[in-house]
């Protein structure tokens, strides 16, 4: 069965920081291209940030640049989405998603494979 299973989510105090894990079960993610999502309470799921299958290019909605950095380690078929400073408006759940043909990385259709979410909490 193929799935991505994200870990990493929790509750966090505003300006700190957590990595949320998405790790391909059933398949391997090298031919892969990532993409990061969020859905906040009352609103439509939005990209966050995207990396291609070898690692080699990467980017970011303007709202998280600089704060937030995408990575993957294909050997263990595994992305990470490094948060840093987080704020309360970063809360929300957290979808990874995979597909082998993105051309618009930021078009949820252009992806095959979802994760479950993870919920991510900011609160002091």
């Known amino acids: 069965q193929f799935q991505l299973v994200e870990s990493g989510g929790g509750l966090v105090q505003p300006g700190g920081s957590l990595r949320l894990s998405c790790r391909a079960s059933?398949?391997?993610?090298?031919?892969?291209?990532v993409g990061w999502f969020r859905q906040a309470p009352g609103k439509e799921r939005e990209w966050v940030s995207w990396?291609?299958?070898?690692?080699?290019?990467?980017n970011y909605a303007d709202s998280v640049k600089g704060r937030f950095t995408v990575s993957r380690d294909n050997a263990k078929s595994t992305v990470y989405l490094q948060i840093n400073s987080l704020k309360p408006e970063d809360a929300a759940v957290y979808y990874c998603a995979g597909g082998v043909k993105v051309i618009i990385w930021n078009r949820e259709a252009e992806y095959n494979y979802w994760g479950q979410g993870s919920q991510v909490t900011v609160s002091s």
């Open positions: 990396i291609s299958s070898r690692g080699g290019s990467t």
């Open positions: 059933g398949f391997t993610l090298d031919y892969y291209t």
